[in-house]
């Protein structure tokens, strides 16, 4: 049986893109999380898909980044896959764990999935740490602060600088 799992991470994403490719690809059933991270520990849909695959069923996904961001945690699921008789296959990455090239493949696409999802966080620190050495203030501004309300008030023209 090919049972599918669709993920999107924010309320305003849509899944038909991915629901429309799992059924194409005839997936018996479909489980999906919307508005939850890849790296959140608690995702219900995926959990009733790992729930509900049995020896020789295949868990199908649109991409690899939809099952997991981790590394560690992509090859914690096919490790399970593996010893239940479970095959994996992300259709966009061309992935399918029941040959051994698809075993082979998976492991590298999830390190080069793991490596930029680093790259992309070192950046966002570096331009954290580059705008608050120029004496950016990063976040929200202190609640009933009222400098915080004259700086927003001046942001939106509410009033001049220098004014009270």
């Given amino acids: 049986m090919l049972i599918g799992y669709a993920r ?11 629901l429309d490719a799992l059924r194409r690809e005839g997936c018996d059933q479909v489980y999906c999380d919307e508005g939850i ?16 695959l049995k020896r020789d069923d295949v868990l199908v996904v649109w991409r690899l980044d ?7 945690h992509l ?8 010893a239940g008789g479970i095959a994996f296959r992300s ?10 090239i698809g075993k082979f493949y ?22 954290m740490a580059a705008a608050r ?12 602060s009222s400098d915080a309300l004259d700086k927003a008030a001046q942001r939106y023209g509410l009033i001049k600088k220098g004014c009270g």
């Fill in 8 to 18: 999107v991470s924010t309320a305003d994403q849509n899944l038909d893109l991915q």
């Fill in 37 to 52: 991270s890849g790296r959140s520990a608690k995702r219900p849909g995926l959990e009733k898909a790992l729930k509900r």
């Fill in 66 to 72: 939809r099952l997991a961001r981790s590394t560690r």
């Fill in 75 to 82: 090859v914690e699921l096919t490790a399970r896959f593996e």
């Fill in 91 to 100: 259709l966009k990455d061309a992935i399918d764990t029941s040959t051994p």
């Fill in 106 to 127: 998976f492991h590298v696409t999830a390190a080069i999935g793991e490596l930029e999802s680093g790259l992309i966080s070192e950046r966002t620190k570096a331009g």
């Fill in 133 to 144: 050495a120029r004496g950016v203030k990063l976040g929200r501004p202190k609640k009933n």
